[in-house]
């Protein structure tokens, strides 16, 4: 049987011609409405676990920041007893002392020191970073404070709508 140029034959009977068969435009279009749909899902998982890792960042830092000024009126039990730690605030920064200079510091310098340089850190490692110890010379209350949210609050306290807080008591 002779085999013509129109056609493929196989052990005698002809198969079908190709067709054509791909995707239609209806078609390319629905899978790329999904594919988009998923990618703009993604990125906004991405923006809310980098969103919630830097919460967490800024709750380690202030923690480290309320530690930190339990570590130093532990170190400094003198001016823990003394009172000089009683009430510090971002209210009243104390002024600048030395007590590294190699001269003698009394515990309640050494007290202003430690404020001055605690106050210092929570307010340029924290947005609107505030700290306050208040206490009675035995049980002391550290707060740390800061704007979460970084809306610009200017409040000065705990709560809704004003600043995040980490509270501390501790006995140093």
């Not at 709750?59 to 170190?75: F, G, K, N, S, W």
């Not at 035995?138 to 800061?146: G, H």
Request: hydrophobic share 40%; net charge neutral.
């Amino acid at each position: 049987m002779p085999f013509p140029n129109n056609g493929f034959y196989m052990t005698g009977r002809r198969l079908p011609a190709p067709t054509e068969r791909g995707f239609t435009m209806v078609e390319v279009m629905v899978a790329l409405v999904i594919f988009i749909v998923g990618m703009l899902g993604l990125a906004r998982l991405q923006g809310a676990a980098l969103q919630n890792n830097h919460v967490a960042y800024l709750h380690t830092v202030a923690t480290r920041l309320a530690y930190d000024m339990t570590e130093r009126m532990r170190a400094n039990p003198a001016g823990t007893a003394g009172g000089a730690y009683n009430d510090i605030s971002s209210d009243a920064v104390p002024e600048h002392v030395d007590c590294y200079g190699g001269e003698g510091c009394s515990a309640a310098l050494l007290a202003a020191m430690d404020a001055r340089q605690w106050l210092t850190a929570i307010a340029s490692e924290l947005p609107s970073g505030r700290g306050r110890v208040t206490g009675n010379g035995q049980l002391f209350t550290v707060t740390v404070m800061w704007d979460q949210k970084r809306s610009g609050s200017g409040g000065t306290g705990c709560g809704a709508g004003d600043l995040k807080c980490i509270t501390f008591e501790v006995r140093p």
